[in-house]
């Protein structure tokens, strides 16, 4: 999601082009689109590629979840610096990283987060909890685990990402690359025989 409101030279807001073109990509039917996940390692050769992609845990039911937003309102750590935001806003420790986020599911930010802090610390009983209470979904899972998922892949286009801090820009890049992977893997096996690829080059969740 461009982080500039207005683009040059004809000052056109960037929003109102980018968001409908990641709705676009998100619901197209020959597009899987893997957000808050890294590439893990590919394997074969050109026309046949194995690419397996770490899926992160975001400790949210994305089935369940319908981005209600109850959790982030309900959750008493309020003041963590957004990174969106480069640091001039507040976000909460379940959040969604900017507002038109696609899909708009939250993640909670462990480090950041009571309930994980007060585990890693040893304690016995839960420290807070109350974004679960606050779901009316049951979409909270504290215990989710990181899942790898395998694709199968006919052309891989890496995509130079265009973050604006350097310690964001690796982690985007790798995130374009998957999203470009399992994109062209769905245009081999949902078309009939034609190999064309899909160039996604989006900014996903910042995570
Ligand atoms: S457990 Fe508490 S601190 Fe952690 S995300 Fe939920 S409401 Fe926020
Ligand atoms: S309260 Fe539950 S359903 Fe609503 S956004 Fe949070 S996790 Fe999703």
Redesign the pocket.
Known sequence: MSQLSETFPTLDCSQCILTPRMVEVFQHPRIKLYTYSEVEAVDGYIGNFKVSIRKKARSIDEAKCNGCGA?QK????KKILSEFDAGLGKR???YVPFPQAVPNIPV??RA?????RGKAKGSKKD??????EACGRDA?L?DQTDTIVTEDVGAIVVAQASASTRSAKSRTATRSAAMASTATAQCRTSSTGSNSSVSPRLRTHGR
């Open positions: 959790c309900a959750c008493p750590n909460t420790a379940i909670i930010d950041r987060c009571s309930y994980f420290l807070c909890g109350k974004c679960k909270i504290f």
